[in-house]
């Protein structure tokens, strides 16, 4: 998240925010997020930065999002473009 502060307006998938804050419960500091539910309409999601589970990359909710383009990374080693 870090790497992406200030590039846009952060979006998280509600399991990313529970982890976020167990992270900021023990001090770390994040840039500001919104979480966000895919069960409620996703064309304000158009053209901003959503983080999510991988194992959400394929699932046919995000092919509702219109605009997509996924990125991947499992750590600052290794990025994979779809």
């Known amino acids: 998240m870090k790497a992406l502060e200030g590039i846009g307006e952060l979006n998280v998938h509600y399991s990313i925010a529970k982890l ?5 419960s023990v001090g770390v500091t994040l840039p ?3 979480t966000i539910d895919l069960r409620d ?3 304000h999601l ?6 999510l589970l991988p194992s959400l990359v394929d ?7 219109p605009n997509i383009f996924s990125l991947f990374s499992s750590n600052q080693k ?5």
Request: aromatic share 14%; glycine share 4%.
């Open 20 to 24: 976020n804050e167990a992270y900021e």
């Open 32 to 34: 500001e997020y919104k």
């Open 41 to 43: 309409d996703k064309k």
């Open 46 to 51: 158009d053209g901003k930065i959503i983080l």
């Open 59 to 65: 699932n046919p909710v995000m092919k509702k999002i």
């Open 78 to 82: 290794s990025l994979k473009f779809y």
